[in-house]
């Protein structure tokens, strides 16, 4: 069956630049989860959400960061004005529940963001 | 505030010996335990979790991690490694009170020499 997808696979962008990261859940699972992996890190949370509602945002690093879920499904995070500290492989991840972070997730291959 | 430490960012080990990773966490609630195996350019993939009951977990690939809450630890092991074995795992915590954050440890990479 299909797993977690998340495109493009790799992005380079110029300092400034807006960036859109895309990922397609597992379908039918209720949540969702953005993490950043910085070179030589493990994940970092960013953001949950359970179907549509954006329930925890905390991690996100800057009001730069955006994410959104507007159907429930498919999900985008969205980096403006990138930096070079925001080059990281970013990886989302889904779950069949609405227990959050204790619920087994299912991750995709990651986006690596380099910003020149 | 939850954390995670992951001893020995690299870990050598031959083929057919024991493996031992080690991962030690803090929290102030009873923790849910995760350790997930990410292989080059692919996505994390759990390989066990603890969540309540027996505090030995056994994982895929022959894996099994013990949860010891008098030492706040939970170390993955493995009798004998094989070459497959060769990866980045990561150890990881969440609270049962809730809260959607899963908090990882900073990895440990794995070879595995023949």
């Known amino acids: 069956g299909a797993g977690v997808s998340q495109s493009p696979r790799y992005k380079v962008a110029k300092r400034g630049q807006d960036v859109a990261l895309r990922c397609d859940p597992i379908?039918?699972?209720?949540?969702l989860f953005w993490y950043q992996q910085a070179l030589g890190q493990g994940p970092e949370f960013l953001t949950y959400?359970?179907?549509?509602?954006?329930?925890?945002k905390s991690g996100l690093p800057s009001d730069r960061f955006f994410a959104e879920r507007p159907e429930g499904s498919v999900s985008t995070l969205k980096i403006q004005r990138t930096q070079q500290e925001d080059s990281a492989v970013y990886l989302c991840?889904?779950?069949?529940?609405?227990?959050?972070?204790?619920?087994?997730?299912?991750f995709g291959p990651g986006t690596r963001l380099t910003v020149l | 505030a939850q954390s995670v430490t992951q001893l020995g960012s690299h870990v050598s080990v031959s083929e057919g010996a024991l493996v031992l990773l080690r991962c030690n966490y803090s929290?102030?609630?009873?923790?849910?335990l995760f350790w997930y195996v990410q292989y080059p350019n692919q996505g994390l993939q759990l390989l066990l979790k603890?969540?309540?009951?027996?505090?030995l977990v056994k994982g895929i690939n022959g894996f099994e991690a013990e949860f010891k809450k008098s030492e706040t630890s939970f170390h993955l092991t493995k009798p004998s490694a094989h070459m497959s074995d060769a990866a980045e795992y990561f150890c990881?915590?969440?609270?049962?009170?809730?809260?959607?954050?899963?908090?990882f440890g900073a990895g440990t990479r794995l070879f595995v020499k023949a």
């Open positions: 990881a915590v969440s609270e049962v009170t809730g809260g959607f954050k899963t908090i």
């Open positions: 929290s102030s609630v009873p923790p849910y």
């Open positions: 603890y969540t309540t009951g027996a505090t």
């Open positions: 379908s039918g699972h209720v949540s």
């Open positions: 959400f359970q179907n549509e509602a954006q329930l925890d």
């Open positions: 991840a889904s779950s069949t529940r609405t227990s959050g972070g204790i619920d087994t997730q299912y």
